[in-house]
């Protein structure tokens, strides 16, 4: 009895099958890695569109600068979900490049792989 006890527990044991996970490459990407890319992205498109950066402060996630009289705004943001959010404004004289904000997201938007 005892014989066939220890037989069915170890066909029992050696039936059971353990699947893997699938070779491949998993990365997770971390707030921080989204925000420091996002940062980045932002500081290159400014400087992209010939926009002297004036302030830099990381932590409040504000980049600032002029061009001909217009000042431009770059603001990154961390939401509640771990996305990023990016804004950019303009303000002072923007007649005088009505196009330099969209040169400007269009540059992050590059940058960003977009």
Same mark, same amino acid.
């Given at each position: 009895?005892?014989? $066939?006890?220890?037989? $069915?527990?170890?066909?029992?044991?050696?039936?059971?099958?353990?699947?893997?996970?699938?070779?491949?490459?998993?990365?997770?990407? %971390?707030?921080?890695?989204?925000?420091?890319?996002?940062?980045?992205?932002?500081?290159?498109? $400014? %400087?992209?569109?010939?926009?002297?950066?004036?302030?830099?402060?990381?932590?409040?996630?504000?980049?600032?600068?002029?061009?001909?009289?217009?000042?431009?705004?770059?603001?990154?943001?961390?939401?509640? !979900?771990?996305?990023?959010?990016?804004?950019? !404004?303009? %303000?002072? !004289?923007?007649?005088? !490049?009505?196009? $330099?904000?969209?040169?400007?997201?269009?540059?992050?938007?590059?940058?960003?792989?977009?």
């Amino acid at each position: 009895m005892k014989f $066939l006890i220890i037989i $069915l527990t170890t066909t029992l044991i050696t039936g059971c099958t353990y699947y893997q996970p699938a070779p491949g490459v998993y990365t997770a990407t %971390s707030t921080t890695n989204k925000f420091d890319r996002s940062w980045s992205a932002v500081i290159g498109a $400014l %400087s992209d569109q010939g926009v002297y950066i004036s302030t830099q402060d990381r932590g409040a996630g504000i980049v600032q600068g002029t061009r001909d009289g217009i000042v431009v705004t770059g603001s990154v943001r961390t939401q509640a !979900d771990n996305s990023v959010r990016v804004q950019f !404004d303009t %303000s002072g !004289d923007t007649k005088r !490049d009505p196009t $330099l904000i969209k040169r400007i997201t269009s540059s992050y938007n590059s940058r960003m792989g977009r």
